[in-house]
């Protein structure tokens, strides 16, 4: 992680017991990137393929999908986790780009996926709009 300094007239210094604190402006950009992390339009997408490998939800069923998904308008973020019979796919959309529009964007890149998934699989894949802020610890 990094984190960079803003040039400004607004640093603070603190002397204590001979030490010099810093307690400058830089912490206020990064409290605001977290601050709008928390509100970003987010959607997870599951899909499940019972006793396949991590590996083979990969290849056969995140991989398709991430495909479409990459085609998304205002898509800034995208991770995957493959587990064993299990994908979960997390998108995180513009600060800008309106949920229920995202969420048709995905259905559609779901639907578009289709073809490419495995035969086998026993429901399609299902999506969810979350609130990155409620799984904060």
């Known amino acids: 992680m990094s984190i960079q300094k803003p040039s400004s007239g607004g640093d603070r210094h603190l002397a204590v017991d001979g030490g010099i604190f810093w307690l400058g402006s830089w912490c206020?950009?990064?409290?605001?990137?977290?601050?709008?992390?928390?509100?970003?339009?987010?959607?997870q997408v599951s899909a499940q393929l019972p006793g396949a490998s991590p590996e083979t939800m990969a290849a056969t069923v995140a991989q398709p999908l991430e495909y479409q998904f990459a085609q998304i308008s205002g898509l800034s973020q995208m991770t995957s986790t493959n587990l064993l019979g299990n994908s979960q796919i997390t998108l995180q959309f513009d600060l800008n780009r309106n949920i229920d529009g995202a969420a048709q964007d995905v259905q559609t890149g779901i639907s578009a996926a289709a073809g490419q998934l495995p035969k086998n699989l026993p429901t399609p894949p299902t999506y969810r709009k979350v609130n990155p802020a409620d799984s904060r610890f």
Request: aromatic fraction near 0%.
């Open 28 to 43: 206020t950009p990064v409290a605001r990137r977290a601050s709008a992390a928390g509100r970003l339009p987010t959607i």
